[in-house]
């Protein structure tokens, strides 16, 4: 597999579904600009990926051959 691939990314309609959902409107430019700049901030990612190996790997003991 490609190592640059992209396994999961937010987009600004995923941003702009749960600020109508939370404020009941969409975010300005600036706004989208602060939700960009620190959402990543917000996320465990070591955590998140140890926890599918965990859950999903090393518990079943399978592994997912290459395509």
């Known amino acids: 597999?490609?190592?640059?691939?992209?396994?999961?990314?937010?987009?600004?309609?995923?941003?702009?579904?749960?600020?109508?959902?939370?404020?009941?409107?969409?975010l300005t430019d600036g706004e989208l600009r602060i939700i960009e700049d620190k959402i990543g901030d917000q996320f465990d990612w070591h955590e998140a990926i140890a926890s599918v190996i965990a859950m999903h790997i090393s518990q079943h003991g399978k592994t997912v051959q290459s395509k």
């Open 1 to 26: 597999m490609k190592k640059n691939k992209i396994i999961y990314s937010i987009n600004i309609e995923d941003v702009q579904n749960v600020a109508q959902e939370e404020l009941e409107r969409d």
